[in-house]
């Protein structure tokens, strides 16, 4: 099988796993609303799958940087833009989906009370920020991915 087939298969399957992603983190995000509800497996799972699929965003990224990046910024220079804060964005994405993650797992180590409710809260809210951007992340990606693919 040729490299480019190759690059092709594994960025469809970067962005179709980041869509997942995205779609996944809505769940903690909604069901984390109630600060004394435990859902450690929908947060791990979450999360991993975040994890995932940056990691295979990051694996393609050196080829993309070298064989479409520079046409990409020539030929039409805002989408070249947009992918740059795509990237930024993505990282915003898995700090969030990790503080979520982490949070989430730290409330049973809290002491009750009010330390307990802020830490549940801050999972929560991470989780929804890590939604909002990654929605913005996805909308970007597939705006640069139907211009110019490998």
């Known amino acids: 099988m040729s490299t480019l087939v190759v690059l092709r298969v594994l960025e469809r399957l970067h962005g179709h796993l980041a869509w997942l992603a995205v779609a996944g983190l809505l769940h903690p995000a909604l ?3 109630n600060p004394r509800r ?3 497996l929908a947060v791990g799972l979450t999360t991993g799958l975040v ?3 940056a990691s295979l965003g990051a694996w393609v990224y050196p080829e993309y940087r070298a064989r479409l990046k520079q046409h990409l910024f020539l030929e039409a220079p805002r989408l070249g833009w947009m992918f740059e804060r795509k990237e930024h964005l993505a990282v ?3 700090a969030f989906a990790l503080v979520g993650c982490v949070a989430h797992l730290a409330v049973p180590w809290c002491e009750p009370g009010d330390t307990r409710l802020v830490v549940a809260r801050l999972a929560q809210r991470a989780f929804a920020v890590a939604f909002a951007l ?3 992340v996805g909308v970007l990606g597939v705006a640069v991915a139907s211009y110019k693919s490998f």
Request: no cysteine; net charge positive; glycine share 14%.
């Open 134 to 136: 990654g929605v913005a």
């Open 51 to 53: 994890a995932v699929a």
């Open 38 to 40: 435990r859902a450690p």
């Open 31 to 33: 069901l984390l609303r």
């Open 92 to 94: 915003g994405v898995v």
